[in-house]
């Protein structure tokens, strides 16, 4: 049965229920370009057609970009117009340290720099990585709001906000999408509303580190009770929570990390993944989900 696509928003644009993470490709103990490329080509090649990545996935300020033009260079070997990439501005990396900066003269400068980093002149859906405390939330949003009405940007996201901010953002945009963290171990934006919200106003909510990210995972690895689930349908406790996941809104895209063509290989097999309301409910017992 082919897998049902989710819609990013009301854009018309649609991608599968899974996508690909590039944060891990780029960072400190990536692998070579060479593995990294060919994590990104498996990704494409196994159907995964939504990518997601950030001007700051990089080592420091003179790495700035490294994702975006390694999935440039990837997407050659393919129509870009099957793959939707999705980037984000908003924090800096002076020293290798992660800050904000939500001003609109590096909003737009950032944007600008990822177009040319991802070779494309718009991006489908670009993201306020951040809200910056030291600046107006309304300058940041009034920002994004220009770069759309110049063409250069299709949809706007936001990133790691809360409930109060999408509300407010609403006011002065459109929000096509919402990225926070979420998987079984931080179910905060189940808990705050933020999910539901999404699925009542018909905005994207994208689950980044939905198999725990690079602190959690060894955590699902050894779940015992994903660990039971996953022998019965022969796939690992990785799968199983990103078919979990997806039962939880049909606004719900997972878009988990990757640097290995294993684990590229073994996110694609998630969404091939159902799961019997029984095992979805003894996942949710498990983690108050």
Same mark, same amino acid.
């Given at each position: 049965?082919?897998?049902?696509?989710?819609?990013?928003?009301?854009?018309?644009?649609?991608?599968?229920?899974?996508?690909?993470?590039?944060?891990?490709?780029?960072?400190?103990?990536?692998? %070579? /370009?060479? #593995?990294?490329?060919?994590?990104?080509?498996?990704?494409?090649?196994?159907?995964?057609?939504?990518?997601?990545?950030?001007?700051?996935?990089?080592?420091?300020?003179?790495?700035?970009?490294?994702?975006?033009?390694?999935?440039?260079?990837?997407?050659?070997?393919?129509?870009?117009?099957?793959?939707?990439?999705?980037?984000?501005?908003?924090? $800096?990396?002076?020293?290798?340290?992660?800050?904000?900066?939500?001003?609109?003269?590096?909003?737009?400068?950032?944007? /600008?720099?990822?177009?040319?980093?991802?070779?494309?002149?718009?991006?489908?859906?670009?993201?306020?990585?951040?809200?910056?405390?030291?600046?107006?939330?309304?300058?940041?949003?009034?920002? @994004?709001?220009?770069?759309?009405?110049?063409?250069?940007?299709?949809?706007?996201?936001? %990133?790691?906000?809360?409930?109060?901010?999408?509300?407010?953002?609403?006011?002065?945009?459109?929000?096509?999408?919402?990225?926070?963290?979420?998987?079984? @171990?931080?179910?905060?934006?189940?808990? =705050?509303?933020?999910?539901?919200?999404? #699925?009542?106003?018909?905005?994207?909510? $994208?689950?980044?580190?939905?198999?725990?990210?690079?602190?959690?995972?060894?955590?699902?690895?050894?779940?015992?009770?994903?660990?039971?689930?996953?022998?019965?349908?022969?796939?690992?406790?990785?799968?199983?929570?990103?078919?979990?996941?997806?039962?939880?809104?049909?606004?719900?895209?997972?878009?988990?990390?990757?640097?290995?063509? =294993?684990?590229?290989?073994?996110?694609?097999?998630?969404?091939?993944?159902?799961?019997?309301?029984?095992?979805?409910?003894?996942?949710?017992?498990?983690?108050?989900?």
């Amino acid at each position: 049965m082919p897998v049902a696509l989710r819609e990013i928003g009301t854009s018309g644009i649609k991608i599968k229920p899974i996508g690909l993470g590039g944060m891990p490709l780029s960072v400190s103990g990536r692998p %070579s /370009e060479s #593995e990294a490329l060919k994590v990104l080509e498996i990704a494409v090649g196994s159907d995964l057609n939504f990518i997601d990545t950030a001007d700051v996935y990089c080592i420091d300020e003179h790495d700035i970009g490294h994702n975006e033009r390694l999935i440039a260079k990837a997407l050659k070997r393919y129509p870009k117009n099957n793959v939707t990439v999705a980037t984000k501005g908003g924090l $800096v990396r002076p020293r290798g340290a992660w800050l904000t900066n939500g001003s609109p003269a590096h909003l737009l400068r950032a944007c /600008e720099a990822s177009l040319k980093s991802l070779e494309i002149e718009c991006i489908d859906l670009y993201y306020l990585h951040a809200v910056d405390d030291k600046v107006p939330f309304k300058d940041s949003l009034e920002a @994004l709001a220009a770069l759309k009405k110049s063409g250069k940007i299709r949809n706007i996201g936001l %990133s790691n906000v809360t409930l109060k901010q999408i509300e407010y953002a609403r006011t002065i945009l459109e929000v096509a999408a919402i990225q926070n963290r979420c998987n079984p @171990l931080d179910l905060g934006s189940f808990q =705050e509303g933020i999910v539901q919200y999404c #699925e009542r106003n018909s905005i994207a909510f $994208v689950a980044y580190s939905p198999v725990g990210g690079s602190f959690q995972k060894s955590r699902i690895a050894e779940h015992p009770v994903l660990n039971k689930i996953a022998s019965s349908y022969q796939a690992n406790p990785f799968q199983v929570v990103l078919a979990w996941l997806l039962t939880k809104s049909p606004n719900l895209i997972a878009i988990p990390g990757a640097s290995r063509v =294993e684990s590229v290989s073994s996110s694609a097999g998630a969404m091939e993944l159902t799961l019997s309301l029984e095992d979805t409910n003894e996942i949710d017992h498990a983690f108050g989900g």
